[in-house]
């Protein structure tokens, strides 16, 4: 299944819209900065554009989980172990940041606290911190495969989603809210995008666009 075309052309477009569904909808969310805003303020209740991206995460968290299978299954036989993490660093993005945070929903402003938002927050906090070591873990398998070309680029992006996480998680620190590090969206959208860089590159291996 993991060469599978079919999976691989769905796996990256779900990906593409991953980044490409929010800057559309930013231009019907007035007030909307997506420099300054993370993704899920979108799917906040003061939202317009509220019901089409948590109905857009909860697709999102329910196709990766199943991708965090399809990953299992491919790699159990020769590494175990690895695989199991692979399952666990998808799973758990997946159900955090995926269907949970796309059932509850988070506030626009930091300072509205409900038991929806805390369990979005704590959700999408353990996703991220989970998939961060999705191209670590991959880096490992090429390596081990000897495929030298995969093994430096998802190491290369494990590193770069490392670093971005980082500022995003400084850029929540007042300190520094007016500083470059301030531009959580921005670092959100980069965290993402190296964290994805596996499964990016896989399918467009697969797709034989490389």
């Not at 955090?96 to 038991?115: H, R």
């Not at 959580?184 to 291996?205: C, D």
């Amino acid at each position: 299944m993991i060469n599978n075309k079919i999976f691989n052309s769905i796996l990256l477009f779900t990906i593409v819209g991953e980044f490409l569904l929010p800057w559309i909808l930013k231009h019907f969310y007035p007030g909307y900065d997506s420099k300054m805003m993370v993704m899920s303020a979108l799917g906040s209740p003061e939202s317009p554009v509220r019901l089409v991206y948590n109905i857009w995460l909860v697709w999102l968290g329910c196709f990766l989980s199943f991708t965090a299978f399809v990953y299992f299954f491919a790699f159990k036989g020769n590494f175990p172990v690895l695989s199991v993490l692979i399952l666990l660093a998808i799973g758990l993005f997946a159900v955090g940041a995926g269907v949970l945070s796309g059932i509850f929903s988070v506030n626009e402003s930091k300072d509205v606290v409900t038991a929806a938002s805390k369990i979005h927050g704590t959700g999408a906090a353990i996703g991220f911190m989970a998939l961060m070591f999705f191209p670590l873990l991959c880096s490992i398998i090429a390596f081990k495969q000897t495929d030298r070309l995969s093994g430096t680029v998802c190491l290369c992006a494990f590193i770069l989603a490392f670093v971005c996480f980082a500022c995003f998680i400084m850029g929540d620190k007042e300190e520094f809210a007016k500083t470059i590090l301030g531009y959580e969206g921005l670092w959100e959208r980069l965290t993402l995008f190296f964290m994805y860089v596996p499964f990016v590159y896989k399918a467009i291996s697969v797709l034989r666009f490389i």
